[in-house]
DNA sequence: ACGTATTACTAATACGTATTAGCTGACTGG
DNA sequence: CCAGTCAGCTAATACGTATTAGTAATACGT
């Protein structure tokens, strides 16, 4: 069981003649205790030559925390990594935890006993802290954890706002919003929707019922044999459009809760020998790099989720600072006196949604497409 | 800098009436010292009412190794996560990892002179090992962290044989070979090929070299013009086959090396009114699972990348403790006797390829799909 | 009754680092 | 010339655990 022997500060030091302090300070940098630059250079030489590199553990140890953050997905293993929502995620809060000094662990948790975990990583010091992502069920647990002090931040929980927890989230409201009443602006009465499974999960209910409220909002109904339940697939989309099509009315348009499932739904009423989107017209939902290269270009919507794992982490990060020096340091907890922060969806718009038939003020042509800069993410929009 | 105070060992036997030692031995269920199963029921329950955790950091310490292991991406950070290869590869990391009682830690790392950040983690103890995918242009430093006895394996990255690393590699030469074959048994001539850049990337040259010997044992030659270089994203497939059709003679197949870059090019050839696969034919690769629901549905070539990172993964594990135990407990090591691993991709046809003219024994027709099973994946594919 | 096992523990130490308190000698101001 | 400062270090200790060596008490066989 032991591992290979590590070179030590204790054999740096005696290697050049100073005490494991000096070699300790000189590696700090620590500014308080002046080392001569002679000797400095001496040790780091000496260091180096040795091939030194401080032990992790030994650190976190006598720190009394380490320098790692856990990303915590608890989600379905098979949903994780279908969708590109947590790579993007990943991306984003990697990118920052790194330029934090900070490594990420990444964690997935698809069984709701194995939420201990969670226990074990942050009272164990695995981690200093931690993102979470997917519907807590429980939460009472966690929330006990991020009162004790441990710094938890919520990708996508807002609707629990009477939370302790720190919040990031997508306006999806607005998202559904935005999608429907377009919809609704050229001109479709009878609009279907294709929505995630589990149907009782709170995200899915909320945007199934903002989407209703559109709808009833403009004079339209949200007939219940209209909406069908997929899975993220596409294939689930696929066989949703099927049933679809199957009934004696069918829909003008379509609107998918993710792009893959509209992906699905497109092949779906070609094979009917339907034409998007004169016979049916389909927006999806997510504005993923693919989305303008389907037949036709789908319309969707862009979530920033690059930018919710930035903010996420840099969220988690300042609240690290903030908890570990008491005395909250002035400015930097700016980000913190807000505990949720929203970050608003952009409408994409492309063919498979269709047009207005009459001349408006703004009017959308077949060709015209809204360019948008997603705001300084790695993952610029492609608008053919 | 504190951090909140955490229980130990010493707080619980306190209250428990015992020694640390004891606390120790207990939670570490060491079975050549016995304790009586009443002091060790007592103990578990203060340790439970108290919420004992063992601090992580301390055990790593003493112990003398970490139990996370890292997954080091050695590319740009825009390639990582906008394809679907990484992070199917996490998905069978991760699966694997857990099983094994580890945390994964991922790094990925753009700039090759941050290459010495996989020094540090290994030898500053903070993971046990990693697993590294991506182009080691200089892996000088790697072969000697491995032949310093830090487990390290490798993926795809078998060109390479003299190496030391562990490898754990897709065969693309057979699916190149595969997919190539089926373009030249149907019946094309003229194939070209949207390749990846940078051109001079190691497994890119053995991609399109291999696609050129199957060209050229077919009686073919791959012109020149007809090979262009995208960058993994849809819009750079659908650019260079812009410029595929504007040249005077268009091609009769195209063969794309990923699946996204197809469905740029498809979009092309759409856009310039021409049909597939009668007017053009086109071929992916990858077998994203979205590639069935495109128009037409895509020939594609499916690698087994979740399988991928089990095996990775696996043989990790099996290094780490050939390596802790110095007689190597006998069986364990199976994995381990052969240093290159390869998995077979596996051809998935449908209508982008177009299909034979003439009847032939193994007639493909255009409804007919092979089915394949991924073996034993969390990500059956899909076929329409 | 006596030596030996066995059970059930405990005391002491090591792991590698950060940190606190202190020590030495040189320089300074008056 | 002396008190005081300061630069440049070192000694000692703490962090929480695993592990080794050892001890006290009981059981056992003869």
Redesign the interface.
Known sequence: ????S?VTQKQVAKEAGVSQTAVSLIFNGDTSIRINDDTRKHVLDIADKM?Y??????R??V????N?LALVLLRP??Q???D?Y???I??GF??VA?KGGF??????IDDASRLSVI???L????VAGIVLSGSISSHQEITQLAE???PIVALSHSLNLNTTLHNIDIDHVDGVQQISKHLINIGYERIACISYAPAHDEQVQLRIATFQKVLEEHGRRLEPTLIRYGNY???S??TAMKELLAQKQLPEAVYCMND?MA??A??AI?DAGLNIPSDIAIVGYDGM??A????P?LTTIHAPEVEQGRLAAQTLIDLLHST??KSLSAGKTKALTEKVHYLKPKLVIRQSCGWKHKTNTEATTQNEVISIESLSS??PL?T?
Chains 1, 2 share one sequence.
Do not use: C, W
């Open positions: 069981m032991k591992r290979k590590s091939g590199v401080p032990q992790a553990a030994a976190s140890l720190q009394g925390h380490s790692n293993h098979q994780v990594f279908n590109p947590i790579p993007n990943i991306t990697s990118e790194r490594r990420i662990v990444v964690e997935q226990r074990t990583m009272k164990g010091g695995e004790e002090g441990h697939d596409p294939d989309g696929y893959l992906m699905g497109m092949a070609r790099r693919f303008a290269f389907t037949e270009p570990s020096s790695s993952q492609l053919k």
